[in-house]
């Protein structure tokens, strides 16, 4: 239990992070999704996994919340290291579709968010 609760406020804190720099103009989801970062996000990726996968592993019963997450983390750093490609056209295009700047921050930063209010409530939303 103690650990779900440790992964639902990583996943706040890291939301609040990315908020933070972005009020001094600092844009770090921006910076991380460089091609020349790729190994610093690809590292971001992993470090979730296995945190992820060491919480999914250690609780009882099997909570598929964090199960779901460590999914996402998973294809993440698949998608990194199979699809390079692919993934950075993606973000390529999705910044022609959109004029805001910092867009991707602002959707990284409610992702992160509900992630970590959906970790800290999933006992109640699993029956434990």
């Known amino acids: 239990m103690h650990m779900i609760i440790l992964l639902g406020y990583l996943y706040l804190f890291y939301a609040i992070l990315i ?7 600092y844009h770090l ?3 991380l ?4 970062n790729k190994k610093i996000y690809i590292r971001l990726e992993a470090f979730f996994v296995f945190i992820t996968a060491f919480v999914l592993f250690n609780s009882s019963p099997l909570n598929w919340v ?3 997450l460590m999914l996402f983390h998973l294809i993440g750093v698949g ?3 199979f699809n390079a490609d692919s993934f950075y056209g993606s973000i390529e295009e999705f ?3 959109t004029s805001q700047k ?3 921050e602002l959707l990284t930063v409610f992702t992160l968010t ?12 699993i029956g434990s």
Do not use: A, D, H, R
């Open 114 to 125: 509900l992630s970590g209010f959906l970790v800290l409530y999933s006992p109640l939303i």
């Open 79 to 81: 998608t990194l290291l």
């Open 66 to 68: 964090v199960g779901i």
């Open 19 to 25: 908020l933070s720099l972005l009020t001094f103009n």
């Open 102 to 104: 910092n867009i991707l």
């Open 95 to 97: 910044y022609e579709l």
């Open 29 to 31: 989801v921006g910076w």
């Open 33 to 36: 999704i460089m091609q020349k």
